[in-house]
């Protein structure tokens, strides 16, 4: 499903464990208007192979793919500070004046966002398997093959670069034809078009 670009900002992808989804999204996805608040934050990236590592469908996740309004007050900060509890990110260290005049930042490179004001969420629906596997082979090809991922996106990566004998985890030939027949199911292939050009041309 397609969006008009020029009316929200998106897609941004979260990787969700079984059916859950986050109270922060909850109201959109339920087709319900968010209320405006200054909550918790949630993390949002526009990768979707860093999503698809918190929402492994092989693992009983799932991606959610999330629309903002165009209107959403946002700053870009690549040096901001991340506050942690226990390991997880959990905010990003702002003033409450700054929380209450913007309704988001954009980190690092710019492909993470944390929200923290839900009115601003215009749609959350969840990926069908077969929408999310495309989605992340696109993301692999665009990542490129140096790019290190965690997971069972590491796995998939290792497979569409042909690096499986560096991946330890595929060492078990039953999980590995796994995730190659999804990769053909989803795809039509296994490997990238650009490895399999890069080949060809060697």
């Given at each position: ?171 078990t030939l039953?999980y590995r ?7 053909r199911r ?17």
């Amino acid at each position: 499903m397609t969006f008009p670009s020029h009316d929200l900002i998106g897609p941004l992808y979260f990787g969700a464990k079984g059916d859950i989804v986050p109270h922060f999204l909850r109201p959109s996805f339920d087709g319900e208007r968010p209320r405006r608040s200054v909550s918790s934050s949630l993390f949002l990236s526009t990768c979707m192979a860093e999503a698809y590592e918190d929402g492994a469908y092989e693992e009983d996740g799932s991606v959610l793919e999330v629309w903002l309004q165009k209107s959403t007050r946002w700053r870009y900060l690549p040096l901001a500070t991340l506050e942690r509890c226990d390991g997880i990110e959990s905010t990003v260290e702002l003033s409450l004046a700054e929380r209450r005049r913007l309704d988001a930042v954009r980190l690092d490179s710019g492909q993470v966002w944390c929200v923290w004001n839900p009115a601003v969420v215009s749609i959350v629906r969840r990926l069908d398997y077969r929408e999310a596997i495309p989605l992340l082979c696109s993301a692999l090809d665009e990542a490129g093959p140096t790019t290190s991922f965690g997971g069972v996106t590491h796995d998939y990566a290792s497979i569409w670069w042909a690096r499986v004998q560096a991946n330890p985890r595929l060492a078990t030939l039953s999980y590995r034809q796994q995730l190659e027949r999804v990769l053909r199911r989803y795809m039509g292939r296994k490997r990238s078009r650009r490895y399999e050009t890069s080949e060809a041309t060697a």
